[in-house]
Nanobody, 122 residues
Framework: QVQLVESGGGLVQAGGSLRLSCAAS????????MGWFRQAPGKEREFVAAIKWSGVTIYADSVRGRFAISRDNAKNTVYLQMNSLKPEDTAVYYC????????????????WGQGTQVTVSS
């Protein structure tokens, strides 16, 4: 069982930056692939970025070059550095864990955090 707790969300102006953190419980964190998803009001949950245990990363086209996912296995934490934020990045951001490999499909993830709100003002 893995429990995930996100933090770091908030209100920021367009062009600004935020860093989200996701703290995970469990001794096998280092073997899990970790992902970030987001959901805006009235929209479906969408993939943002994911990182394999080895450090291999994948990104959604909409955030590539602006966002960076990373992980610290010693701290059981995954991060999402978000730069050059746009109003369309406004959403609740969720951290997720998956036992095997990275995936951009939310259906493939086994564990989810409660989410953290990110609001980007224009």
């Amino acid at each position: 069982q893995v429990q995930l707790v996100e933090s770091g969300g908030g209100l920021v102006q367009a062009g600004g930056s935020l860093r989200l953190s996701c703290a995970a419980s469990g001794r096998t964190f280092s073997t899990y692939a970790m992902g970030w998803f987001r959901q805006a009001p009235g929209k479906e949950r969408e993939f943002v970025a994911a990182i394999k245990w080895s450090g291999v990363t994948i990104y959604a086209d909409s955030v590539r070059g602006r966002f960076a996912i990373s992980r610290d296995n010693a701290k059981n934490t995954v991060y999402l550095q978000m730069n050059s934020l746009k109003p369309e990045d406004t959403a609740v951001y969720y951290c997720a864990a998956r036992r095997v490999g990275v995936s951009s499909s939310h259906n493939d993830y086994d564990y989810w955090g409660q989410g953290t709100q990110v609001t980007v003002s224009s």
